[in-house]
């Protein structure tokens, strides 16, 4: 059974930082890129960050360039998504993905999805 759990959402301050994980299982994980996507109510869910398998190739949202940062460490079947200089129309719930293959900006070719964790920025 193939799973995907994010953890490390919170209620952060605009020009905070937070760091959300995903933990990755029943897959072999290093064949897999991995994603980060977002929703925030009314509004539909926009990628953010995209990892290449071997972590070497990675893609972001023009939104989130330059304070946010993807990694993996696939040692430990983990995502992380590093967030800086977070600002309140970051607020949203973030999901992780994984898609067999390539890196991916496109919802609708993952394969597995996350449940979310909240992340918060207050004014």
């Known amino acids: 059974q193939v799973q995907l759990v994010e953890s490390g959402g919170g209620l952060v301050q605009a020009g905070g930082s937070l760091r959300i994980s995903c933990a990755a299982s029943?897959?072999?994980?290093?064949?897999?890129?991995m994603g980060w996507f977002r929703q925030a109510p009314g509004k539909e869910r926009e990628f953010v960050a995209t990892i290449s398998g071997n972590g070497a190739y990675t893609v972001l949202a023009d939104p989130v360039k330059g304070r946010f940062t993807i990694s993996r460490d696939n040692a430990k079947n983990m995502v992380y998504l590093q967030m800086n200089s977070l600002k309140p129309e970051d607020t949203a719930v973030y999901h992780c993905a994984a898609r067999f293959g390539g890196v991916f900006v496109i919802e609708s070719v993952a394969s597995y999805w996350g449940q979310g964790t909240q992340v918060t920025v207050s004014s």
């Open positions: 029943g897959l072999t994980f290093s064949v897999y890129a």
